[in-house]
């Protein structure tokens, strides 16, 4: 099952990335060159799921060859960081990127939101309740499709809950329900 982990530049998904490999924190920025991959697997209401799990670059100038690595995702993680709300912001244009891309249309989402252990240092930063809304919002959109959207709070610095099975288990239901009317 092929996922594709986005979100703007400098929002933690490298260091998501390298933290469920069993990586560690690297406090010195490392931006993503196009893309990455990972291979997973998890087990699912008695099912094997293999998941491909590609990270890509959050960059606008690589915007352009991002769209190649959206076909045939079935689902995506979208990350932004509660520190910057640009990032907040710009999640429908995250969304809309992967719909229009994807070769398949509306897809299943998570919603992750990283670097919650800074929250309290920046004036502004996006709440708990307020990335609920914009969920249950988004959510209420996907009724016909029969799948909700999830958002789930991280930190990649501290490992709060980084548990990749328990991210990619709501995500993986959906896909399961969406694509396949498991």
Not at 18 to 34: E, M
Not at 97 to 109: A, R, S, V, Y
Not at 147 to 159: L, R
């Amino acid at each position: 099952m092929k996922i594709v982990l986005v979100g703007d530049i400098n929002v933690g998904k490298t260091t998501f990335f390298n933290q469920h490999l069993g990586g560690s924190f690297q406090s010195r920025y490392l931006k993503t060159v196009g893309q990455a991959m990972s291979l997973r697997t998890s087990v699912i209401e008695d099912r094997h799921i293999k998941y491909q799990i590609l990270i890509l670059a959050g960059h606008p100038k690589f915007k352009a060859k991002r769209s190649v690595f959206f076909l045939g995702a079935l689902g995506a993680l979208v990350m932004f960081d509660v520190t910057t709300r640009k990032t907040f912001d710009n999640l429908d244009l995250w969304i809309k990127e992967i719909w229009d891309h994807n070769g398949k249309g509306i897809l299943p989402l998570v919603l992750l939101g990283n670097k919650i252990d800074l929250r309290s240092q920046f004036f502004g930063s996006i709440s708990l309740e307020e990335a609920n809304e914009y969920c249950t919002k988004l959510s209420g959109q996907m009724v016909p499709y029969g799948f909700d959207i999830p958002y789930i709070e991280i930190s990649a610095k501290t490992g709060f809950n980084i548990n990749i099975d328990k991210i990619l288990e709501p995500l993986g239901k959906a896909c399961l329900k969406f694509h396949y009317q498991l």
